[in-house]
C-alpha cells in the first residue's frame, strides 16, 4: 500500500494521525504542508479540488482520508498493533475525540492571538524559510494569522469562553482518570482515547520538544499556565502515555 501523508510537524491535529499510524507500524511518506502556498499541491494529489481542505491528510492508493480520526481508524484497519478502537469502545472513543476537537479548536483561538503579539513567535512560526530571511518575511505570517483566523473563525473576543471549554474537557478528562485509572478507558486499556485526549494537552503545556519541536518563543504562545498548574496531574499523565507509548 502507497500511503503519503500530509502534514504540519508541529499540529496536535496531525501528531494525533503520526502516532496512530506510528503504533500500527504503517510507513509512509511525508509531505510537510506549508498553510496557503501548500494548498494546490495538495489539492492535486488528493484529487480535491473543492471544499475546505485540513491536514492531516493520508492519500493511500484506496482513497483519500482527510481528519485525524479517519486516518486512526484506517491505520487500525490495515496495521499490525494492537487495535486503538477495541471492541465495541468506537463511539466512546468519538465522543473523547470530539472533546477533543472543541479543546484544540478553543486553543487554536487562544495561541493565535498570543502569536499574532509576539514577534518572536512569527519567526518561529516561519521556519520553513531560511534563518535570515525570517525577519524580512514577517508580513508573511501577519497573512498567515488572518487566514487561520477567517478559515477556522477565529473570534479574538471569545478567550475567556475558550479558556472554559479547555478547562472542562481537562475535568472530564480527570473523572475518566479517578481512583488510579491509568487509561481513559481504564480496564480496556491503551486506546485511540488516551492519544486524543493526551495530545489534547498540547494546548495546556506543550510536550517535550524531542516529541513536537515549537522553539521557545511558540511553546510559550501553546501554554495555559494557569490550567497547567491547576491540573499538573494530567500533565503527568500525558508525559506518562507518551513514555510509554510514543516513540521518541
Ligand atoms: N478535525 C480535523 C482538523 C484538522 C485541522 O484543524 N487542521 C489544521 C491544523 S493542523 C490545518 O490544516 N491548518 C492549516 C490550514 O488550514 O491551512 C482533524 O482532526 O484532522
Given amino acids: 500500500m502507497n500511503l503519503t501523508l ?7 491535529w496531525s501528531e494525533r494521525a503520526l502516532w496512530a499510524l506510528d503504533h500500527h507500524g504503517l ?3 511525508e509531505r510537510e504542508y506549508t498553510p496557503i502556498f501548500g494548498e494546490p499541491g495538495m489539492r492535486l494529489k488528493a484529487r480535491r479540488f473543492k471544499g475546505r481542505v485540513t491536514v492531516p491528510l493520508l492519500v493511500s492508493d484506496d482513497g483519500v482520508y482527510q481528519d485525524s480520526l479517519e486516518i486512526a481508524r484506517y491505520a487500525d484497519a490495515h496495521g499490525s498493533g494492537s487495535p486503538l478502537f ?4 468506537g463511539e466512546v472513543i468519538a465522543t473523547w475525540n470530539a472533546r477533543s476537537e472543541e479543546m484544540l479548536g478553543a486553543g487554536r483561538a487562544r495561541l493565535t492571538s498570543r502569536i499574532a503579539q509576539s514577534k518572536a513567535a512569527k519567526k518561529d512560526s516561519l521556519k520553513f524559510l531560511p534563518g535570515p530571511l525570517r525577519g524580512a518575511m514577517l508580513p508573511l505570517a501577519n497573512i498567515g494569522i488572518a487566514y487561520i483566523t477567517r478559515k477556522y473563525k477565529l473570534d479574538p473576543t471569545a478567550q475567556e469562553a475558550d479558556l472554559a471549554t479547555i478547562r472542562q474537557g481537562l475535568i472530564e478528562l480527570r473523572g475518566a482518570l479517578a481512583d488510579g485509572r491509568r487509561n481513559v478507558l481504564g480496564e480496556v486499556g491503551f486506546s485511540y482515547a488516551d492519544i486524543t485526549m493526551a495530545v489534547s494537552l498540547q494546548v495546556v503545556e506543550p510536550v517535550a520538544e524531542r516529541y513536537i519541536e515549537l ?3 511558540l511553546r510559550e504562545c501553546w501554554r495555559e499556565p494557569s490550567l497547567s498548574q491547576e491540573f499538573s496531574d494530567l500533565v503527568e499523565w500525558r508525559d506518562e502515555i507518551y513514555a510509554k507509548h510514543r516513540r521518541q
Fill in 27 to 29: 510507513a509512509r511518506r
Fill in 6 to 12: 500530509f502534514k504540519l510537524g508541529y499540529s496536535p
Fill in 86 to 89: 477495541p471492541g465495541l469502545a
Fill in 215 to 217: 522553539g521557545p518563543a
